[in-house]
């Protein structure tokens, strides 16, 4: 299901994008790190209006938080 973004798709896949970069940056080494990572990230995007109101945001987190296994890959653990 694609996120909103002023009216325009917003994947979870370009959201989980992001967060890898982040997580690469912040060197990211824990699944409680990345949790916080998600957690910060999807507010953000959430002020910023990248979100309609009736967004699932704690579903997109848990959908997010799901991928772990294939962040720990991408950071190399």
Same mark, same amino acid.
């Given at each position: 299901?694609?996120?909103?973004?002023?009216?325009? &798709?917003?994947?979870?896949?370009? !959201?989980?994008? &992001?967060?890898? =970069?982040?997580?690469?940056? =912040?060197? /990211?080494?824990? !699944? @409680?790190?990345?949790?916080? !990572?998600?957690?910060? /990230? @999807?507010?953000?995007?959430? /002020?910023?209006?990248?979100?309609?109101?009736? =967004?699932? !945001?704690?579903? @997109?987190?848990?959908?997010?938080?799901?991928?772990? &296994? =294939?962040?720990?890959? @991408?950071?190399?653990?």
């Amino acid at each position: 299901m694609p996120l909103t973004y002023s009216g325009a &798709e917003y994947s979870e896949e370009s !959201l989980f994008d &992001e967060i890898k =970069e982040a997580a690469k940056r =912040e060197r /990211i080494s824990t !699944l @409680v790190q990345y949790r916080d !990572l998600i957690d910060e /990230i @999807v507010e953000e995007k959430r /002020i910023y209006g990248f979100f309609s109101d009736d =967004e699932d !945001l704690s579903q @997109v987190k848990k959908d997010l938080e799901a991928r772990w &296994e =294939e962040m720990e890959n @991408v950071l190399g653990k």
